[in-house]
């Protein structure tokens, strides 16, 4: 018998990698989709034409509930969110809406149709709720204190997982994801606007581009990998929550040396960079670095791709995607 598996937000990044793994094994997928949301129109096209899509809103608690009855899923993986932070600032109420009540909602859901002691559910938990960070690096234990109304809508939801699992004895798994890009990454987040940009500059487009705080750090993995742990949470005895991170930071200022590197342009960024006070964020989270030393030794997750891949294999698809256009 196959497995079913429910993802909300299937066209998103991590969703098209979820389904794309899932379906390897052997799942039977189905996809939540939101007509009305802008997610990405191109994603669709990336999407296997197998994951099966059903309509259906994080913010309307019934057409959530029709999804989960329709589809019967063993696992939900629950990737649906407003996930840019930046957006986060001028449509707080949408996120905290979405991105917050929208998991509680896919939990309600469950309860009422009966099935809490059966499905497994995954809920994309996110280092952005460490924000002002506490200790470093940031493991399952360190306290949280969000930056963004998207961290805090995070942290709601995080903590309603917590809740359900202990009141309901429900199977429901937080991974807290730090920083993971690649491929199928949205123009909007820094690491696809460097790549996306430097590659353009390469192929003669344009000559310069513009970022906002160039000294923040970050913990940045390649999502194909971290997909692969959102899957191990849920094939385990009993539910708990992991910090998925690769240990090591970088500043955008050196991911953006690194992707010039990468395309063989000059490594100086004062060449070909501009400053956008536009994408200052009226709070920032500085820093971050995760400790993922509980999902090696309980799950035997490990990062695969290095921050150096990473950067590479994004610049080599952005020259593939802009010498195509
Ligand atoms: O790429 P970002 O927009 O990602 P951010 O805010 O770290 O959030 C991402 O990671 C979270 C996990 O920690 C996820 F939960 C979340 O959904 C998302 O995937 O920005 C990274 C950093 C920020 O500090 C930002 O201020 O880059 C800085 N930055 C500097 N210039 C910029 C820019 N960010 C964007 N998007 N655009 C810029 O021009």
């Given at each position: 018998m196959h497995k079913r598996a429910l993802i909300t937000g299937v066209t998103g990044q991590d969703g098209l990698h979820l389904s794309h793994i899932l379906l390897e094994k052997g799942y039977e997928v189905f996809g939540m989709v939101a007509g009305?949301?802008?997610?990405?129109?191109?994603s669709f096209s990336q999407?296997?034409?197998?994951?099966k899509l059903i309509q259906g809103d994080l913010a309307d608690f019934s057409s959530v509930l029709q999804v989960i009855d329709q589809s019967q899923p063993n696992e939900i993986y629950n990737?649906?969110?407003?996930?840019?932070v930046g957006l986060s600032f001028t449509q707080p109420e949408l996120t905290a809406n979405i991105t917050g009540l929208g998991f509680l909602r896919v939990l309600e859901a469950v309860r009422k149709l009966h099935v809490e002691k059966s499905v497994r559910i995954y809920q994309a938990s996110s280092?952005?709720?460490?924000?002002?960070?506490?200790?470093?690096?940031?493991?399952?234990?360190t306290s949280f204190h969000p930056r963004s109304p998207y961290g805090v809508a995070k942290t709601f939801a995080h903590y309603t997982g917590v809740q359900f699992r202990e009141a309901y004895e429900m199977f429901i798994s937080n991974g807290i994801l730090f920083n993971h890009e690649g491929e199928?990454?949205?123009?909007?987040?820094v690491t696809r606007k460097i790549t996306s940009n430097i590659a353009k500059i390469k192929l003669g487009k344009q000559e310069r581009f513009s970022l906002g705080n160039i000294e923040v750090s970050r913990d940045w993995g390649y999502a194909g990998d971290y997909v692969e742990a959102m899957w191990l949470m849920l094939q385990q005895e009993s539910p708990d929550d992991f910090v998925i991170a690769t240990g090591k930071s970088h500043t955008v200022r050196e991911f953006t040396t690194a992707a010039l590197a990468a395309a063989g342009l000059e490594p100086n960024i004062e060449r070909y960079l501009d400053y956008d006070v536009?994408?200052?964020?009226?709070?920032?989270?500085d820093s971050l670095i995760g400790d993922s030393s509980k999902a090696k030794k309980v799950l035997g997750w490990e990062p695969k791709v290095s921050f150096e891949e990473l950067v590479a294999l994004m610049v080599e698809n952005d020259l593939r995607v802009e010498s195509a256009r």
């Open positions: 009305q949301r802008p997610s990405t129109a191109q999407l296997r034409p197998d994951v990737l649906g969110a407003i996930s840019f280092s952005e709720m460490f924000g002002r960070v506490r200790e470093t690096p940031q493991t399952e234990l199928y990454r949205g123009y909007e987040f536009s994408m200052i964020r009226p709070s920032e989270v």
